[in-house]
């Protein structure tokens, strides 16, 4: 199981990111897939989550409203769009999945909001 996640950078306060995570190494489509983040010096917490299928979709309070997970099984990406950005939501964000029973990480890509 491979994920390689991309689109992170540095943006000011209110604009935009899209970050994609490339899976690869197992059936993705059968898969839920979730977005996590980790501050410097913070516990790592659940961002987003996506089913298999897409049809349910959970957010952390802290980003409903301004973000959304999608994905694409025909190219086995997961995605996170990433509007009116605060600087808050500076951190490294990271794609994982849980296939039998195994946990998986992406290396992480830096998100970093300024005020």
């Known amino acids: 199981v491979q994920l390689v996640e991309s689109g992170g950078g540095l943006v000011q306060a209110g604009g935009s990111l899209r970050l994609s995570c490339a899976a690869s190494?197992?059936?993705?489509?059968?898969?839920?897939m979730s977005w996590y983040r980790q501050a410097p010096g913070k516990e790592r917490e659940l961002v987003a989550q996506i089913t298999s299928a897409g049809g349910i979709r959970n957010y952390a309070d802290s980003v409903k409203g301004r973000f959304s997970i999608s994905r694409d099984n025909a190219k086995n990406t997961v995605y996170l769009q990433m509007n009116s950005l605060k600087p808050e939501d500076t951190a490294m964000y990271y794609c994982h999945t849980t296939v039998l029973s195994q946990y998986y990480w992406g290396q992480g890509t830096q998100v970093t909001v300024s005020s």
């Open positions: 190494g197992f059936t993705f489509s059968r898969y839920a």
